[in-house]
């Protein structure tokens, strides 16, 4: 599975769009882009996931570049309780192996 | 449908004990993972099942692990002979394999603490 790179953390202010980044260069063409996040002591939330298209539904918005070697999730308005870990994952449908690796994260906090 | 639960939600234990924690996914759901996530960490993967049958597991998985879903239905993790350094949150997940992407349902997650 491709491997991705996020930043450690962000911050951003309550209101404002948050863009959160995310390498895959060595992706191949038949991995999806997952993100899920992680607010304290819960388990993970499924956010959204694309293939090659952009994607958007009630939560944020999934923009994966041309060459499929980076994406950004997009949280229009963040609020205070958007604040969390947040995973972008690659990972190949149809596998054996569903065994969706997470790595750190990028910690996002909302400021008022 | 209530998504994934997790039972118990928190165990304190002494080093040398077993304990075992239950998950019920969604209903209609024939995967389940296990996951074990420390502070400050990714969860990491433990095990999954395709029904009843345990199809995968990680190295993180020692002998003193044993994972179980019997009717591929709810599953059961128990640990044996716990030890200190088994202190995590354990996290359990359920998807539906079908067409196209594999979507996990995480439930809240059972946190061990081990004396």
């Known amino acids: 599975d491709a491997k991705t790179t996020q930043p450690p953390s962000m911050d951003c202010a309550e209101g404002r769009a948050a863009n959160l980044p995310c390498n895959h260069s060595?992706?191949?063409?038949?991995?999806?882009v997952y993100w899920y996040r992680q607010i304290h002591s819960q388990g993970p939330q499924y956010i959204i996931h694309?293939?090659?298209n952009n994607e958007t539904n009630e939560m944020a918005s999934l923009i994966i570049t041309e060459d499929r070697k980076s994406s950004t999730l997009i949280l229009p308005h963040a609020t205070l309780r958007d604040t969390a870990v947040y995973y972008c994952?690659?990972?190949?449908?149809?596998?054996?192996?569903?065994?969706?690796?997470f790595g750190p994260g990028t910690r996002l906090s909302v400021l008022p | 449908d209530t998504g994934v639960s997790q039972n118990p939600r928190h165990k304190i234990t002494k080093r040398g004990q077993n304990v075992t924690f239950r998950c019920d996914p969604i209903?209609?759901?024939?995967?389940l993972y296990w996951y074990r996530q420390t502070l400050g960490q990714g969860p990491e993967f433990l095990t999954y099942?395709?029904?009843?049958?345990?199809?995968?597991k990680s190295r993180l998985l020692s002998d003193r692990f044993s994972a179980e879903r019997p009717k591929g239905s709810f599953s059961t993790l128990e640990i044996q002979r716990t030890e200190q350094g088994d202190s995590a949150m354990y996290l359990c997940?359920?998807?539906?394999?079908?067409?196209?992407?594999?979507?996990?349902?995480f439930g809240a997650g059972s946190r061990l603490t081990v004396l």
């Open positions: 997940a359920s998807s539906f394999a079908g067409a196209g992407a594999n979507v996990l349902t």
């Open positions: 060595t992706i191949s063409g038949n991995e999806y």
């Open positions: 694309g293939l090659k």
């Open positions: 994952i690659v990972r190949v449908a149809f596998s054996n192996g569903q065994n969706f690796v």
């Open positions: 209903s209609e759901h024939n995967r």
């Open positions: 099942f395709q029904n009843e049958a345990q199809l995968e």
